[in-house]
C-alpha cells in the first residue's frame, strides 16, 4: 500500500524566512511525485510533478526536489500570499489514483 | 482556457436523500477522478474513468455511492440514502491521459448531511 508522510503538519515562519517541507513516500513503482497547494474553500492548485531521484523543478519562490524516499519542497524568501497548506502526492505502480499526505500547513507572517 | 467546473458547489440535504455531484473535465481530457476530503482527513481516491471504459469501484466507500461517465466527458457522482458521515468536500480532478500525468483539480462540492 502505497504511503506518504508530510511535515511538519504546520509551520509558522516570519516574511522572508526561507523553510522546507518534507514528504516522505512509500511506494510501489513510483509512476510520479505531485505537489500542491490548496487555499481554504478550494480545490488542489498543481506546482509541480516529479519523476524520478534527481529531478528538480523550480517556479517563483519555490523549488521541489525528488530522492528515492522522499521530496523537500524548499520555500525561498517566502511571502504572506504563500500561506496555504501544501499538499504532496504520489501515483504508484498499481494505483490508479493518488495517495495524498495530510498536508503542510503553512502561515507566512508579515 | 476552462479548468475543470464542479456543481453544485455547495449541498445541503437531510440524512436518507440521494445527492447527484457533477463534473465537467477539462476539454481534451480523457482520464476523470473522483477523491474526497474529509474534516481533518487527507484526500481520499474514490473512483477513476479512462475515456469510456468501466471503471473499477473497488475504491468507492460503500454501495450507496455509485458514478458514471457518459460521452468520456461528463461525470456524475451518485450518493443514495446520505449519512452524516458522507459529509465532506467531493472533489473531481482531470488529466490529458491516465498514467502519471498531471491531475487538475476543480473546486469540489461542499456536502453538509443533516
Known amino acids: 500500500e502505497d504511503q506518504v508522510t508530510q511535515s511538519p503538519e504546520a509551520l509558522r515562519l516570519q516574511e522572508g524566512e526561507s523553510s522546507s517541507l518534507n514528504c516522505s513516500y512509500t511506494?510501489?513503482?513510483?509512476?510520479?511525485l505531485f505537489w500542491y497547494r490548496q487555499d481554504p474553500g478550494k480545490g488542489p492548485e498543481f506546482l509541480f510533478t516529479?519523476?524520478?531521484a534527481g529531478e528538480e523543478k523550480e517556479k517563483e519562490r519555490l523549488k521541489a526536489t525528488l530522492t528515492k524516499k522522499e521530496s523537500f519542497l524548499h520555500i525561498t524568501a517566502p511571502k504572506p500570499e504563500d500561506s496555504a497548506t501544501y499538499l504532496c502526492?504520489?501515483?504508484?505502480?498499481?494505483?490508479?489514483?493518488?495517495?495524498f499526505g495530510k498536508g503542510t500547513h503553512l502561515i507566512i507572517q508579515p | 482556457g476552462a479548468g475543470v467546473s464542479q456543481s453544485p458547489s455547495n449541498k445541503v440535504t437531510e440524512k436518507g436523500k440521494d445527492v447527484e455531484l457533477r463534473c465537467d473535465p477539462i476539454?481534451?481530457?480523457?482520464?476523470l477522478y473522483w477523491y474526497r476530503q474529509s474534516l481533518g482527513q487527507g484526500l481520499e481516491f474514490l473512483i477513476y474513468?479512462?475515456?469510456?471504459?468501466?471503471?473499477?469501484k473497488s475504491g468507492l466507500p460503500s454501495d450507496r455511492f455509485s458514478a458514471e461517465r457518459t460521452g468520456g466527458s461528463v461525470s456524475t457522482l451518485t450518493i443514495q440514502r446520505t449519512q452524516q458521515e458522507d459529509s465532506a468536500v467531493y472533489l473531481c480532478?482531470?488529466?490529458?491521459?491516465?498514467?502519471?500525468?498531471?491531475?487538475?483539480f476543480g473546486p469540489g462540492t461542499r456536502l453538509l448531511v443533516l
Open positions: 480532478a482531470s488529466s490529458l491521459l491516465a498514467g502519471g500525468e498531471t491531475q487538475y
Open positions: 511506494v510501489s513503482g513510483l509512476r510520479g
Open positions: 516529479l519523476y524520478s
Open positions: 502526492a504520489v501515483l504508484g505502480g498499481g494505483a490508479d489514483g493518488l495517495t
Open positions: 476539454s481534451g481530457h480523457t482520464a
Open positions: 474513468f479512462q475515456g469510456n471504459s468501466a471503471p473499477d
